[in-house]
């Protein structure tokens, strides 16, 4: 149990184009995901919270017009890369929070993202 | 605030030797305590956790932890590695009111030398 699903697994994009990854709890509610980014031979960096029919929470530093975040459904969230630069090229990992057991997220095997 | 401070960035150790993984935290209000592992261009997958009760807790494959509260401390360890044990180690510290995000540390690599 406590499966969380990301697609794609790898994209590559042309800079200046717009990107969606997916994030799927796929035996469990969400009320609660969570956005990663981590750089080569780094610590998860905390992107936003993304809550169930709310906006998502951003951590400072983040744009959240570059990084949009829809978590539209208790088992989806999708978090957008809006005209991509090479300088947005990272692995995005995602989390999902049971909605059950509160203190514990589950995790996502990542998005590498290459912008070209 | 919370902090988690992992000192070690590489550990290299040889196989079937045993290791320990050290992780500080500071936190202001009683957190919960995670280790996660992270194999190469893979997710993170939760190794073990400190909610409550016993202090030491065990993974399924042999690792361990235990949560010192006097040393802020949640130190991970194995009596003995094998290779397929290397990868990417994280502590990760989360308040307990249940709605907050975790903070991780910086990472360890654990390297298993044949």
């Known amino acids: 149990g406590a499966v969380v699903s990301q697609h794609p697994s790898r994209v590559i994009c042309k800079s200046g184009t717009s990107v969606k990854i997916e994030c799927r709890s796929l035996?469990?509610?969400?009320?609660?995901m969570f956005w990663y980014r981590q750089f080569p031979k780094k610590s998860l960096m905390l992107m936003a919270t993304?809550?169930?029919?709310?906006?998502?929470?951003?951590e400072q530093g983040v744009e959240k017009d570059k990084f949009l975040i829809n978590h539209a459904s208790l088992t989806l969230s999708t978090l957008t890369v809006t005209s991509a630069h090479p300088e947005d090229s990272s692995f995005y990992i995602c989390?999902?929070?049971?909605?059950?057991?509160?203190?514990?997220?589950?995790f996502g095997p990542g998005t590498r993202l290459t912008v070209t | 605030a919370q902090s988690v401070t992992q000192l070690d960035s590489q550990v290299p150790v040889f196989e079937e030797a045993p290791v320990e993984l050290r992780c500080n935290y500071s936190?202001?209000?009683?957190?919960?305590l995670f280790w996660y592992v992270q194999y190469p261009n893979q997710g993170l997958q939760l190794l073990l956790k400190?909610?409550?009760?016993?202090?030491l807790v065990e993974s399924i494959n042999g690792f361990e932890a235990e949560f010192n509260k006097s040393q802020t401390s949640f130190h991970l360890r194995k009596p003995s590695v094998h290779i397929s044990d290397t990868a990417e180690y994280f502590c990760?510290?989360?308040?307990?009111?249940?709605?907050?995000?975790?903070?991780f540390g910086t990472g360890t690599r654990l390297t298993i030398i044949p």
């Open positions: 990760a510290v989360g308040g307990t009111f249940g709605n907050e995000k975790l903070t």
């Open positions: 936190s202001s209000v009683s957190v919960y």
């Open positions: 993304s809550n169930e029919g709310s906006k998502a929470t951003y």
């Open positions: 989390s999902a929070r049971d909605q059950g057991r509160s203190y514990e997220q589950y």
């Open positions: 035996d469990f509610q969400a009320t609660t």
């Open positions: 400190y909610l409550s009760g016993s202090t």
